[in-house]
């Protein structure tokens, strides 16, 4: 299609071909990847300047504080970049999702429902067990990404449940209904 759009969800909700969704975070990776480094290298500055004194007793700085200083700096920007992690990904047979620990595999089967609740920081799937998972890559302050994601997800789903369950008569329409009666036989 032309529009941008492939099977309802546009292009910012990152699509491989029809039926598929894929969406990572914006915002929160842009920030990490400006906070990782600048923590290194103020770590790393912030070890030049141990030198000398502690200011109280005979302890002094030594070349291993300094060192230890920047390996934390180091340590740190690792953590921060944890935060690029999250990724949600969907298709026909399931959705899988990856948070910051941990990662879900999830057949369309157990989902009841995908969620965004209004004033929540991120969307989640609410399970057949009642149990929710949070998918942090679908995260409010992506705006229409996070929109266009939900809306995907919640397409496949729809897709999914059309597919799968038997069913349901609409309004004004009858169910079918099962003969209480033995099955007809070979008449004697």
Do not use: K
């Given at each position: 299609?032309?529009?941008?759009?492939?099977?309802?969800?546009?292009?910012?909700?990152?699509?491989?071909?029809?039926?598929?969704?894929?969406?990572?975070?914006?915002?929160?990776?842009?920030?990490?990847?400006?906070?990782?480094?600048?923590?290194?290298?103020?770590?790393?500055?912030?070890?030049?300047?141990?030198?000398g004194s502690t200011g109280s007793?005979?302890?002094?700085?030594?070349?291993?504080?300094?060192?230890?200083?920047?390996?934390?700096?180091?340590?740190?920007?690792?953590?921060?970049?944890?935060?690029?992690?999250?990724?949600?990904?969907?298709?026909?047979?399931?959705?899988?999702?990856?948070?910051?620990?941990?990662?879900?595999?999830?057949?369309?089967?157990?989902?009841?429902?995908?969620?965004?609740?209004?004033?929540?920081?991120w969307a989640s799937l609410e399970?057949?067990?009642?149990?929710?998972?949070?998918?942090?890559?679908?995260?409010?302050?992506?705006?229409?990404?996070?929109?266009?994601?939900?809306?995907?997800?919640?397409?496949?789903?729809?897709?999914?449940?059309?597919?799968?369950?038997?069913?349901?008569?609409?309004?004004?329409?009858?169910?079918?209904?099962?003969?209480?009666?033995?099955?007809?036989?070979?008449?004697?």
């Open positions: 299609m032309s529009d941008g759009r492939l099977g309802g969800v546009t292009d910012s909700a990152v699509a491989r071909d029809p039926g598929t969704v894929s969406v990572r975070p914006r915002r929160i990776r842009l920030v990490c990847w400006i906070l990782a480094p600048a923590l290194v290298v103020m770590f790393a500055l912030l070890s030049i300047g141990l030198r007793g005979a302890a002094t700085f030594q070349r291993g504080d300094q060192l230890a200083m920047v390996g934390l700096g180091v340590l740190g920007g690792f953590v921060v970049l944890l935060f690029t992690r999250p990724r949600v990904e969907a298709d026909a047979r399931g959705v899988r999702v990856r948070n910051v620990f941990g990662s879900y595999d999830l057949p369309w089967d157990v989902v009841r429902a995908v969620r965004f609740d209004r004033g929540s920081a399970l057949h067990d009642d149990e929710l998972v949070s998918v942090l890559a679908l995260q409010a302050v992506d705006r229409e990404l996070a929109v266009d994601g939900v809306r995907g997800l919640r397409a496949l789903h729809a897709a999914h449940q059309a597919a799968h369950l038997p069913h349901e008569p609409g309004p004004g329409q009858e169910a079918p209904s099962a003969s209480l009666a033995a099955p007809a036989g070979p008449a004697e």
